[in-house]
């Protein structure tokens, strides 16, 4: 199976903040990978997909890059809305793998 | 507006058997292909299963296969996870989402809010 590692498993960051967090993956999957947010008691949203393309109605301040075993997600200018857990997930081979998660927290 | 909503969750026996559902409204159900993730409690997301639009392709994942099953009805626009010999290992959140492609692409772009299982004795 694919390993994904991400870091920081935890960020604490102010709003206005520019965050950036990675994913590396145990082999290379070329850019076939997507960055989900996770909020309690909703339902899970698709951020980006292809490494880097952003999904229809997720804001601009979202953004996607890397190819390979590395990745990264940033988020420019961080919001009140955007405090939540993201991960991500290689759709290059089965079974699909998800990364343990980023939790990022209001500081 | 595009939904996924699951039901048939609660607190079961380990041994017992319990069956998932989930309803699809908002798109053309039968052209795309769908998926089970799950989520222990504060632990992160896995795979469970998958199956195309026609049925034709099923995947498992290893720690579920034999136990688990998913299929889906077309006409009633449901998605369904029957799972046997359940572990307290399966407790989880487990979500019905959708593949953005008929084949099972793996990339998925819609995600119901899940529904709780919970096994203990």
């Known amino acids: 199976d694919i390993q994904l590692t991400q870091s920081p498993s935890f960020l604490s960051a102010s709003v206005g903040d520019r965050v950036t967090f990675t994913c590396r993956a145990s082999q290379g999957i070329a850019s076939y990978l997507a960055w989900y947010q996770l909020k309690p008691g909703k339902a899970p949203k698709l951020l980006i997909y292809a490494a880097s393309t952003l999904q229809s109605g997720v804001p601009s301040r979202f953004s996607g890059s890397g190819s390979g075993t590395q990745f990264t997600l940033t988020i420019s200018s961080l919001q009140p809305e955007d405090f939540a857990t993201y991960y991500c997930q290689q759709f290059n081979l089965y079974p699909l793998t998800f990364g343990g998660g980023t939790k990022v927290e209001i500081k | 507006e595009v939904q996924l909503v699951e039901s048939g969750g609660g607190l079961v026996r380990p041994g017992r058997s319990l069956r998932l559902s989930c309803a699809a409204s908002?798109?053309?159900?039968?052209?795309?292909?769908m998926h089970w993730v799950r989520q222990p409690p504060g632990k992160g997301l896995e795979w469970v299963s998958g199956?195309?639009?026609?049925?034709?392709?099923?995947g498992h994942a290893e720690s579920v296969k034999g136990r688990f099953t998913i299929s889906r009805d077309n006409a009633k626009k449901f998605l369904y996870l029957q799972m046997n010999s359940l572990r307290a290992e399966d407790t989880a959140l487990y979500y019905c989402?959708?593949?953005?492609?008929?084949?099972?692409?793996?990339?998925?772009?819609?995600w119901g809010q899940g529904t709780t299982v919970t096994v203990s004795s």
């Open positions: 908002g798109f053309k159900f039968d052209d795309y292909g």
């Open positions: 989402v959708k593949d953005d492609a008929g084949s099972l692409r793996g990339l998925l772009d819609v």
């Open positions: 199956i195309s639009w026609n049925s034709g392709s099923i």
